[in-house]
C-alpha cells in the first residue's frame, strides 16, 4: 500500500488521482463526516456519512484507524492492505497504520512551503477562515517528531504534480 501523508494543499489528493489513473492503482475510499465538496462523489472520492453512522462503525471496530480533523471525523475501514491502492491519511492515521501493517505500506511525506498550500488553497476556493484553521492545525499536527515512520520525504513546491507522481510511483515499485 502507498500511503500518502502531508500538510493542507501538499499536493496529495491530486498527485492520488494521477498515480491512480496512470499506474493502475486504486483508491482506498475513506469514510469522513464533513459535507461534500463541489465535484465529489459518494463512494467515489469518500463514504460520506453521519457522525451517528461513523461512531456506529467505530463501536463496531470497523476502522483500521480513525482520526478528527477540523471537527470532521475520518476512518479507514478495516482491510488487508494490498499492493497498488493508494491511501491518503493524517499523521495519527499514519502511526496507527505503520504500527499494524509495518513494510506493507510505504510512507511518502508530501510537503510544500506555506505560501505556496496558501496559494493552492486560494486556487481551489478556500476562505481566508478555512486557509487560516487549516494553517494552524497542520502547523501542530505535521510535525515530523510525530511521526513514527517515513519512507520517503518529497518537497512538493517546485515540480509539476505528473513529475511527483512519477517520482513517487518510481520509489514505491522499488520499494515492494
Do not use: W
Amino acid at each position: 500500500m502507498l500511503l500518502l501523508i502531508g500538510a493542507s494543499a501538499s499536493g496529495k489528493t491530486e498527485i492520488a488521482k494521477i498515480i491512480i489513473k496512470k499506474y493502475n492503482f486504486s483508491k482506498m475510499i475513506t469514510y469522513t463526516t464533513r459535507e461534500m465538496r463541489p465535484g465529489e462523489v459518494n463512494g467515489k472520492d469518500y463514504h460520506f456519512i453521519t457522525k451517528e453512522e461513523f461512531l456506529e462503525k467505530q463501536k463496531n471496530n470497523e476502522f483500521l484507524e480513525t482520526t478528527i480533523y477540523n471537527n470532521n471525523y475520518y476512518g479507514t475501514a478495516f482491510k488487508v492492505a494490498e499492493r497498488n491502492k493508494v491511501l491518503i491519511v493524517d499523521v495519527n492515521g499514519a502511526n496507527r497504520i505503520y504500527k499494524y501493517l509495518g513494510d506493507k505500506v510505504t510512507i511518502f511525506l508530501l510537503e510544500a512551503p506555506a505560501h505556496v498550500r496558501i496559494q493552492r488553497m486560494k486556487l481551489r476556493g478556500d476562505s481566508d477562515s478555512q486557509i487560516k484553521s487549516r494553517i494552524e492545525n497542520d502547523s501542530k499536527h505535521f510535525v515530523r517528531e510525530n511521526i513514527i515512520h517515513v519512507d520517503y520525504v518529497i518537497e512538493t513546491g517546485n515540480k509539476t504534480l505528473d513529475e511527483l507522481a512519477d517520482s513517487i510511483y518510481n520509489l514505491y515499485i522499488k520499494s515492494i
